[in-house]
């Protein structure tokens, strides 16, 4: 398996512009989960799906923010408009869902936002 | 919100030295695992301990676990600079399969 892959692994956009982040989690991985890292919070849970169902988005910061996952092998994360204060490292993970293994990260998209 | 935190923040060693990274918590777990992040990469998954564990060994790598006291500890031994790394704990918060993740160390290790 390929693991965890995210696109774009860059992104660079103006304030006000929307923004897609994309992820393909492991096949087979019941569990997919959307983090945010930075250097004054650390790494934040936005939201995290089972089965393609949405169940936690208490993470998500605001409206702008929205999530998606259409099937089980691919979601998208969209951020409308974007501001310069979401400039972060934004990483996708899946999860068999037991709880005898750990998640498996993406390599992250690095957003800036000017 | 983090869950868990980790001490020292910053760690520098020699090679070949042992690492002891630590790690507090504050409410019950299930299961409490560990990961490192190298410089622009995203996080490897270590090791996971359950919370009825008190031990777990993975080569060189050695978790323990006090539930009573809610604290964790990973030691590297015979470390490498390839160990040059972020590491972080997590655990989930009583709730099923949701981690919440520490600040982490970041451990440099020097040739």
């Known amino acids: 398996d390929a693991g965890v892959i995210q696109s774009p692994r860059h992104e660079v956009t103006e304030m006000g512009q929307e923004v897609t982040l994309r992820c393909k989690p492991i096949?087979?991985?019941?569990?997919l989960f959307w983090y945010r890292q930075t250097m004054m919070r650390g790494l934040e849970l936005l939201i995290y799906?089972?089965?393609?169902?949405?169940?936690?988005d208490s993470g998500m910061p605001e409206d702008r923010f929205s999530a998606k996952m259409p099937n089980a092998s691919f979601s998208t994360l969209k951020i409308q408009p974007s501001e310069p204060r979401d400039s972060a490292v934004y990483f996708c993970?899946?999860?068999?869902?037991?709880?005898?293994?750990?998640?498996?990260f993406g390599s992250g998209t690095r957003l800036t936002v000017v | 919100s983090q869950q868990g935190e980790e001490d020292p923040q910053a760690l520098s060693i020699q090679e070949g030295e042992n690492a002891t990274m630590n790690c507090s918590y504050k409410?019950?777990?299930?299961?409490l695992q560990w990961y490192r992040q190298n410089s622009g990469r995203g996080l490897v998954h270590l090791i996971l301990?359950?919370?009825?564990?008190r031990e777990k060994h993975s080569g060189r790598l050695r978790v323990t676990l006090d539930t009573s006291k809610k604290s964790s500890s990973l030691l590297i031994t015979a470390s490498r600079a390839a160990d040059t790394a972020s590491y972080f704990c997590?655990?989930?918060?009583?709730?099923?399969?949701?981690?919440?993740f520490g600040a982490g160390t970041r451990l440099a290790v020097h040739p």
């Open positions: 993970a899946s999860s068999p869902g037991d709880r005898a293994h750990g998640y498996t």
């Open positions: 096949s087979g991985h019941d569990y």
């Open positions: 799906f089972n089965n393609n169902v949405p169940i936690d």
């Open positions: 409410t019950s777990i299930n299961n």
């Open positions: 301990i359950r919370s009825n564990e």
């Open positions: 997590a655990t989930d918060e009583g709730g099923y399969n949701k981690l919440i």
